[in-house]
């Protein structure tokens, strides 16, 4: 499986989060059916946006990728994220580029310029846009953004870089090839990065609807004109996400990275849930106002066990237990076989723990380890049943209070009645008792 990943030259942000975490519920699933994976993810850590912002930060590439690579994978693990089995970048696959460049030159699918660039001639691909059902008489000229202004030689305004001659403003970015000195065009990385780790064909390709096209279908017509064989079996693109309702634009003050979030104190798991609810082919309304609600879903998991935990009973049980169990990962797998389907996957687990709750008079220990089972192999492919939230909201307010009482023994009430509203800052309402203090989420 190969999944585009990111440019580095800043701060993924929620639209990038969608595609990751679908990659990862796709890659867990895989895993759960009991398939051997090798997952790669490619870092583009060189391109025209890593050149320009690096050249402006004053850094070398190298440093100024490096740090959003590193906030990156700080951004999977967040997230609860599984790394991919290889991460290459693209800086240290330049040889496999010139390579394959070299290929298609030598095949005719690709031409240099007078300027010294390289570029793949749409033309000699017969099959060129199956991917999107392309009408060729509807190409738009730089239709991926990418293309220089100086870029006029080309033998068709379609045809797209492989190489870029260099270039004054690329500084000491830079390689040297047969072709001439410069740097890769974006297509051809992920192209030399996918056949050097999965061969070709490999199983599946993922990415975002925008990458269709042309990235996608660019990376189709060199590597299958270099290679003479299919390069990829299964295509699976996830949909745009919006937030609050509109398009992400940071002029509407919606444009959110996931550090931005954390900002606002939402938990990552409630991130992760909303990220996760919506099935990847539909479009996703990121909503701020569904954190507390999400949070609800997830605060029934620690609910659940703790009642799990509950029994004690070492009898028979209920009889029944065994055969539900079964039902419930029956169709909690059916819904994800049927192209990812969360929502129903989702639905039959919450209908398996309001069985289990009906029945938890009933349970033996028994039937208790068979139900955690279960569990634990469902969030294999979810990854969200650990949220804890009362555990360490309860030691933060255990402590808070204990400091109170002190300060109401010194009759320091001023301080006692700042900690009262310290607590209540955290979403608890205290209460004094006879027997002493009590408190529970508002």
Avoid at 71 to 98: C, G, V, W, Y
């Amino acid at each position: 499986m190969y999944a585009c990943g990111p440019t580095v030259y800043n701060f993924a942000h929620l639209g990038n989060h969608r595609c990751y975490v679908f990659n990862d519920l796709l890659r867990r699933f895989l895993k759960f059916k009991g398939y051997e994976l090798t997952h790669v993810m490619n870092i583009t850590d060189v391109d025209d946006k890593t050149i320009r912002d690096s050249r402006a930060a004053g850094e070398s590439l190298k440093s100024f990728t490096d740090r959003y690579l590193d906030a990156f994978i700080d951004d999977l693990k967040t997230l609860n994220i599984q790394m991919p089995e290889i991460l290459p970048r693209a800086t240290e696959h330049i040889d496999l580029m010139i390579d394959l460049i070299s290929t298609l030159l030598e095949r005719g699918h690709a031409y240099k310029t007078e300027r010294g660039d390289v570029y793949f001639k749409i033309n000699s691909f017969e099959d060129y846009g199956r991917l999107v059902n392309l009408d060729r008489s509807k190409l738009l000229e730089n239709a991926d953004g990418r293309m220089r202004s100086d870029e006029y030689d080309k033998d068709n305004a379609n045809d797209f870089a492989l190489w870029k001659a260099y270039d004054s403003e690329d500084g000491d970015v830079v390689w040297d090839a047969p072709f001439g000195r410069g740097r890769p065009g974006w297509h051809i990385e992920c192209s030399a990065m996918s056949t050097r780790y999965l061969g070709q064909p490999f199983d599946i390709h993922t990415g975002g609807v925008d990458l269709r096209f042309p990235h996608h279908t660019n990376e189709i017509a060199q590597s299958e004109c270099a290679c003479d064989s299919q390069f990829v079996r299964y295509w699976m693109h996830n949909e745009f996400l919006i937030v609050n309702g509109k398009k992400m634009s940071k002029s509407v003050g919606n444009f959110f990275t996931l550090r931005d979030l954390l900002e606002k104190n939402y938990h990552p798991l409630a991130i992760r849930y909303e990220l996760l609810k919506t099935h990847y082919r539909q479009r996703l309304d990121f909503r701020e106002d569904h954190m507390s609600e999400n949070l609800k879903v997830l605060e029934k998991f620690p609910d659940f066990f703790a009642r799990l935990d509950g029994v004690t009973s070492s009898g028979e049980g209920w009889r029944p237990v065994h055969e539900r169990i079964e039902r419930f990962l029956e169709s909690f797998e059916a819904g994800l076989d049927n192209d990812l389907n969360i929502s129903e996957s989702l639905a039959s687990l919450f209908e398996f723990m309001s069985d289990i709750n009906r029945e938890a008079g009933n349970l033996s220990v028994e039937n208790v380890r068979e139900i955690r089972e279960a569990m634990v192999r469902v969030d294999l492919v979810l990854g969200v049943m650990h949220f804890q939230p009362e555990r360490d909201i309860g030691e933060q307010v255990e402590s808070l209070i204990r400091e109170r009482e002190e300060a109401r023994k010194q009759k320091d009430f001023a301080r006692a009645d700042q900690i009262r509203d310290d607590i209540k800052k955290l979403g608890v309402e205290l209460k004094d008792t006879p027997n002493g203090v009590t408190w529970k989420k508002i």
